[in-house]
């Protein structure tokens, strides 16, 4: 019988790959997608840890299903209701005692086991909770993914890597996920060349830790992130390849010179720092000084002049001064970001800095995020007026928000849009930029511009 599964997302693109998959293993089983919670047998929750408020959502979102699951079972429908992510790993328990009406609970290395789960808990065996870091991989025990995911199957996520070591003072993630796990390369590149039978024209390699991938290669020796992009470019028909979240102590002379000799990998890159103070960084545990970063920069740069950057920065770890935040805004400045990703610093219980005296007042982290941010908005404004005139090879994916538009992405991440016939998607074509806009880009074709 055809059972109905809504699965709700929260958080990164690793999650929104894990929920496909979620998906993927639940389909032997006899699961479709659902319209909403009302209409399925089975509701995931898969969720984030990362920044603040992620239990508060949870249970308030727990409320609202728990209505559900009653309503459908006075109607005499069952409905089996799980918790997944790094919220469920780092707080199973007290889920299961907040909300015993909650089925399972398991954490993000226990995909695989879902269908049991699933099966134990159809069996009202009582809850099922699993949320422990297996010594295998679960990478070893998915299904193939049937297809890529995003923009109309054309750019598709794969994770190759899981977990991290690192320890960042103010990070939940190597709690949550676990010890750092690298993929293989055989199973990455069959997956990579499914993806692309499938139609994907563009594949983002994704990790906690991505240049941090050492998975086995055909040898059964360890290889690097640049080694797996090189085997990823020679597959026919693959025309894109990014990679995210990298750290900068990962960035190896090999992936450098990547960014130069593969045309497949894209002349843009996700680099967080966090910070521009070298006392801040050490308090964090980052292991590596503003200096190192720069010195970095330069050398991408050296390899690929284009390279756009992007980061994530947060402002009032604690004890972080007023002129430590304006050492991050100096670093800004010296680089020059296409786009980032900035954060006010929040306590994650369990984590080294939430215990750390100096917490910065509300107030405070408020400011310094607003003045941070003005700052990248206006880094970010400049780098997209700076293409308008440029021609840039733009992948379409689909449609446009207006009539007789489409759109895609420039090699610089920038959505551009443009009046063009809708077999153009799934083409990379160039598209001269005729104006820059707060976060995309608008221009014409040659063709337009012929007929204009
Ligand atoms: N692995 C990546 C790295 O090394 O930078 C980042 C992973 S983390 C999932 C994504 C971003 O969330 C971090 O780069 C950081 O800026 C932000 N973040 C993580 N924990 C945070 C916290 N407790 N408060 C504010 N921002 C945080
Ligand atoms: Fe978290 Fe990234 Fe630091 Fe790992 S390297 S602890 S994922 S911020």
Known sequence: ?????????WGCQMNVYDSARMADVLSPLGYGPADGPEDADMV???????????SEKLFSELGRLRLVKQARAEQGNATILAVAGCVAQAEGKEILARAPYVDIVLGPQTYHRLPEMVAQAARAAGAVIDTDFPAESKFDFL???????????LTAFLTIQEGCDKFCSFCVVPYTRGAEASRPAASVLAEARRMVQ???????????????WHGEGPNGTPQTLGWLLRALAEIPGLLRLRYTTSHP????????AAHAEVKQVMPFLHLPVQ??????????NRKHTADDYLRLIEKLRAARPDLALSSDFIVGHPGETEAEFEATLGLIRAVGFSQAFSFKYSPRPGTPA??????????EKDRRLYALQDLLRAQQADFNRRCVGLTLPVLITGPGRHDGQVAGRSPYLQ????????NLIGQEIPVTIEAAHTNSLSGATLKEKACA
């Open 275 to 284: 910070s521009g103070s070298d006392r801040i960084l050490a308090a964090m």
């Open 354 to 363: 939430a215990g750390a005296p100096g917490q910065i007042p509300e107030a």
């Open 44 to 54: 995931i929750l898969n969720t984030c840890h990362i920044r603040e408020r992620a």
């Open 198 to 212: 499938a139609g994907a024209r563009e594949i983002t390699l994704l990790g906690q830790n991505v240049n941090a």
């Open 249 to 256: 102590r990962d960035m190896d002379d090999d992936l450098i």
């Open 415 to 422: 959505p551009v849009h443009f009046i063009g016939p809708k």
């Open 1 to 9: 019988m055809k059972k109905r599964l809504h699965v709700v997302t």
């Open 143 to 153: 299904p193939d993914l049937a297809a890529p995911q995003t923009e109309g199957g």
